[in-house]
Nanobody, 125 residues
Framework: QVQLVESGGGLVQAGGSLRLSCAAS????????MAWFRQAPGKAREFVAA????????SSADSVKGRFTISRDNAKNTVYLQMNSLKPEDTAVYYC??????????????????WGQGTQVTVSS
């Protein structure tokens, strides 16, 4: 079992940057596929980016391609989401998710067993 704690959210102007972190407990973090999802008010939770257990493969939603980068440091049990060129439509609660898997990338929320509490990102215009 793993517990996930996100940090790094906040208020930023359009065009700015933020880096979210997700710290995981447990000794098997390197065996987990990880992802970021987000949920804006009144909208469904949506996939943002995913990374495999080793960090060798990543995927991201079309809406964030070229602006957001997911990465991980298994020595620190942490996954990151670097967000650049932020837009007001990126405003949402961002969630970190984990799945015990050394397979391919996973982009569906219902595939992930472990979730953090979320961190708010607000982008002002």
């Amino acid at each position: 079992q793993v517990q996930l704690v996100e940090s790094g959210g906040g208020l930023v102007q359009a065009g700015g940057s933020l880096r979210l972190s997700c710290a995981a407990s447990g000794r098997t973090f390197s065996s987990y596929a990880m992802a970021w999802f987000r949920q804006a008010p009144g909208k469904a939770r949506e996939f943002v980016a995913a990374i495999n257990w080793s960090g060798s493969r990543t995927s991201s939603a079309d809406s964030v391609k070229g602006r957001f980068t997911i990465s991980r440091d298994n020595a620190k049990n942490t996954v990151y989401l670097q967000m650049n060129s932020l837009k007001p439509e990126d405003t949402a609660v961002y969630y970190c998710a984990g799945l015990f898997a050394r397979g391919s990338l996973y982009s569906e929320a219902n595939e992930y067993l472990y979730w953090g509490q979320g961190t708010q990102v607000t982008v002002s215009s």
